[in-house]
């Protein structure tokens, strides 16, 4: 064991999902060690314990996790269960580290976010229930992070992580283990597996597109392998280094290819697409782009039609900007339903008192009470359950859902790469306008509610302020900004715009055509351009 002298760095500050930084960032000397072990410095509880240890394979993920270890061994943890390869997806890492009670987890993820040399890389820490460190915990790591001064290593080989089975590393036991199988077993205790095999057996087509990420892997033992779909129905399934040279964001923007196939009478029946870290999903019909809130509504209103939910629902959650169509789901049914700030973390405290079974965000997220993580292929096995059950096509399910429910239209606008200066004085002006704008006409419409969002858990009575300015108009038209937290360089703001109609006649419209006076609304409050030179949004959803 040694101990090597490791100056703080200032910027390694955990955003909305843990430390992202370009992989040159991660690659300086040092930078990777002093956050790992401001992390075992905050998280005495490993000491002795099991750690969960993987990652979305992007590039620099197989260095880092030997790194990892060697610091684990160092730092006295008692046994690490790696993935293969070091592959493991977020919600997968996270069910390991309930089911085998490890004192928590590394996960090695920038998600969404590009790979690659050039790319971006991530780390994070998940805890004891399996979910993301709260807000207190990484704020404690934070804090470790500036008061380091030496960090802990052993000086011995890498382990071949290509190899399963158990092996001693400096005393420490590692056990490289498959990254699938206890993730497919999990599967199988929640959604009818028979009823999905029925359906595909009549002749249903399925397509799932992995982004070359890790849930290629996941998707090719469920789907094909025990589901029995189509070899071949598994897309871009071998995770590799750069994803492709793509973005890894199942979106329909990154995902065009996947839009395109779904089109026109030859499509199969459904698809889906997941993330660099297989959390996020986007769901398809033929013909049919559900959005991630539509999704999340659907699923709640379905609910006891899965084996995972037969009970029915206590409450369920979506994070603040998320459209309130599963709002309108939880009052028609009875159910509670938290608004709470954006990122998966916020959820933990909520799920573990038993207070909501099911939850969501606007960025193609979804997830349940089995893991702490959002969880892609879960999302789609789900929907393939409903299918397989309702025997009616997406369309025709979203579609019923919107004339019992109402429609909530829904898009969100990224401003990607504007100066911090320019994203912060996009909210600086809209915070000042907080107080005088309530009651004021903007486009036509009357404003109804305007405020910068603050949360207080209701478990544990955190409190979370500044989570993003809500502008809310009269008929239930809604504007949201914020800035992501999950960037690596300058700032993106994401403005969200919602507006609900219950009127079947108007849910054909397109989405934007819909949106167009909420547009409007929030151009004139946020005055985008005046501050960004900005005229357009990069990537609209
Ligand atoms: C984004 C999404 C948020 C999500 C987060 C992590 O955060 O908006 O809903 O929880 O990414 O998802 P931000 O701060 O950039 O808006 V993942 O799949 O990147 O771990
Ligand atoms: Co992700």
Redesign the pocket.
Known sequence: MTTIASPAFSDQKP????LRKKVAVFRTPRYLENFVQATFNAVPQLRGATLVLGGDGRFHNEAATQTILKMAAANGVARVLVGRNGLLS?PAASNLIRRHRAAGGIIL?????PGGPDGDF?I?FNAANGGPAPEALTAAIYAATLAIGEYHIAEVDDIDLARLGECELAGMRVEVIDSVADYASLMQTLVDFDAIRDWLKAGHGLRLDAMHAVGGPYAIRLFEDLLGARLGSVRNAAPQLDFGGGHPDPNPVYAAELVAAMQGAGAPDFAAAF???A??NMILGRDFVVTPSDSLAVLAANARLLPQFKDGLGGVAR?M?TSRAVDAVAAAMKFDCYETP???KFFGNLLDAGRIQLCG?????TGADHVRE?DGVWAALAWLNLLAVRRESVGEIVRAHWARFGRHFYSRHDYEGISLAGGEAVMAGLREQLGGVRGTAVAGMAVTLADDFAYTDPVDGAVSERQGVRVEFEGGARAVF??????TEGA?L?VYLERFSADTAEHGQATQAALARVKTAADQLAAITTHTGRTEADVVT
């Open positions: 955003g909305t999902s843990g977020t993820s920038a998600s969404h976010n991530g994070k993330d660099g870290d959390d996020r994070s900007p954006t990122g998966w965000e606007e960025s193609y997220g959002k914020r800035l992501s937290g999950t960037g993106t994401r």
